[in-house]
């Protein structure tokens, strides 16, 4: 293996970079989950007694999953799942979405 295997391209950094901020663009909720992940499925529970409507872009589904992840990584300081956007903003993952909603924030947010 080169030293270059697990680096995306510039180009293709560059176009997987613009691919992940259409999805965030995509919808008021966007949620990039795994199937497995306990914190994925308890942000998504949160979303759902809400009744908001999310996107959920599901990582191992996809043949650049990895690349996303990395770059959701670059853009928000964390490579963990979930990497939940609300308007536009990266509110961190399922505790992060817990807690908001515990707090009355989330609601507001969505509302905005």
């Known amino acids: 293996m080169g030293i270059f295997s697990t680096k995306m391209s510039s180009e293709t950094h560059s176009v997987k970079s613009a691919l992940v901020m259409?999805?965030?663009?995509?919808?008021?909720?966007?949620?990039?989950?795994?199937?497995?992940?306990?914190?994925?499925?308890?942000?998504?529970?949160?979303?759902?007694?809400?009744?908001?409507k999310y996107t959920e872009i599901t990582l191992e589904n996809r043949d650049d999953g990895e690349a996303i992840q990395s770059i959701l990584g670059e853009m928000t300081g964390a490579r963990t799942v979930p990497r939940v956007f609300v308007?536009?903003?990266?509110?961190?993952?399922?505790?992060?979405?817990?807690?908001?909603?515990?707090?009355?924030?989330l609601q507001k947010m969505i509302q905005a």
């Not at 399922?94 to 909603?101: E, N």
């Open 22 to 52: 259409d999805f965030i663009k995509s919808d008021k909720i966007v949620i990039f989950s795994k199937t497995y992940c306990p914190y994925c499925k308890l942000a998504k529970e949160v979303f759902d007694k809400l009744n908001a």
């Open 87 to 105: 308007n536009g903003k990266c509110i961190g993952g399922g505790s992060d979405v817990k807690a908001l909603h515990q707090k009355g924030e």
